[in-house]
């Protein structure tokens, strides 16, 4: 294991993650959706302690999938975030459907063609996030 500390924080993540998203899942109004984005911050922090542990700094072959597989997990976990804040805002469809998959479809293009930096997924997760700050105040 290359990066204990990150592989083991990442696990943890990803158990505590799952246990939520269980918890959530069945529950009714915006649960279902907060399920929604546990579980794909847990599918993000799964893979994420895969790659930390066992092919850090790898770019290709299982590494490079592993990292692939972490980015796209963070944008459906933007995807969430955005229908979490339009069903609070005002129901579960319309605009924000529409932007949440918008931004995802530009996102995972981006991660498609070769930038899979983290920085392009801290600054795909801040718009969502802001919203749905505003969204809760």
Same mark, same amino acid.
């Given at each position: 294991? *290359?990066?204990? !500390?990150?592989?083991?924080? !990442?696990?943890? @993540?990803?158990? @505590? ?10 529950? %009714?109004? #915006? #649960? &279902? ?14 893979? %994420?302690? @895969? ?23 963070? %944008?459906?976990? +933007? ?7 339009? +069903?609070?805002?005002? =129901?579960? %469809? =319309?605009?924000? *459907? ?11 293009? @981006?991660?498609?063609?070769? +930038? ?10 801040? &718009? ?6 505003? #969204?809760?105040?």
């Amino acid at each position: 294991m *290359t990066e204990r !500390d990150t592989t083991w924080t !990442d696990f943890a @993540l990803a158990a @505590l993650c799952a246990a939520f998203a269980v918890i959530l899942v069945g529950a %009714g109004g #915006a #649960a &279902p959706l907060y399920a929604g984005l546990f579980a794909a911050l847990g599918a993000a922090g799964l893979f %994420g302690a @895969l790659w930390h542990g066992w092919f850090a700094g790898r770019q290709t072959g299982a590494g490079g999938t592993l990292w692939l597989a972490v980015m796209l997990a963070i %944008g459906l976990a +933007n995807v969430a975030l955005w229908l979490i804040a339009g +069903n609070l805002i005002g =129901g579960s %469809g =319309g605009l924000f *459907t529409v932007i949440a998959w918008g931004q995802f479809a530009a996102f995972a293009a @981006l991660v498609l063609i070769g +930038n899979r930096s983290f920085l392009l997924s801290s600054a795909f997760s801040l &718009p969502p996030v802001l919203v749905l700050i505003g #969204a809760h105040a």
